[in-house]
Nanobody, 120 residues
Framework: EVQLVESGGGLVQPGGSLRLSCAAS????????MSWVRQAPGKGPEWVSTIYSGGSIATYADSVKGRFTISRDNAKNTLYLQMNSLKPEDTAVYYC?????????????WGQGTQVTVSS
């Protein structure tokens, strides 16, 4: 059974930083493309970033490019999202997802999510 467990969310002031983690189990993590997806209150899901299996290739939504960094530790079956220069519009539930960008439309492949709130 695929399990994705996110952690690291919280309340942060604008301009602050957070690091999200996602512990994966139930599948061969090191061979799978992984992504982060977010959903803000009252809005549809938004793809944030994708990282390929080896960890050297990553893509980002324009809204987070230059501020967020996705990474992975295949030895620990863990996915990360370093978020810097956070803005109020980054407030959302962040989900770890098994798959590429198209996983934004496949909720069955997401974890349970972690809340990120950016507010002063």
């Amino acid at each position: 059974e695929v399990q994705l467990v996110e952690s690291g969310g919280g309340l942060v002031q604008p301009g602050g930083s957070l690091r999200l983690s996602c512990a994966a189990s139930g599948f061969t993590f090191r061979t799978n493309v992984m992504s982060w997806v977010r959903q803000a209150p009252g809005k549809g899901p938004e793809w944030v970033s994708t990282i390929y299996s080896g960890g050297s290739i990553a893509t980002y939504a324009d809204s987070v490019k230059g501020r967020f960094t996705i990474s992975r530790d295949n030895a620990k079956n863990t996915l990360y999202l370093q978020m810097n220069s956070l803005k109020p519009e980054d407030t959302a539930v962040y989900y770890c997802a098994k798959g590429g960008a198209s996983v934004v439309a496949q909720r069955d492949y997401w974890g349970q999510g972690t809340q990120v709130t950016v507010s002063s």
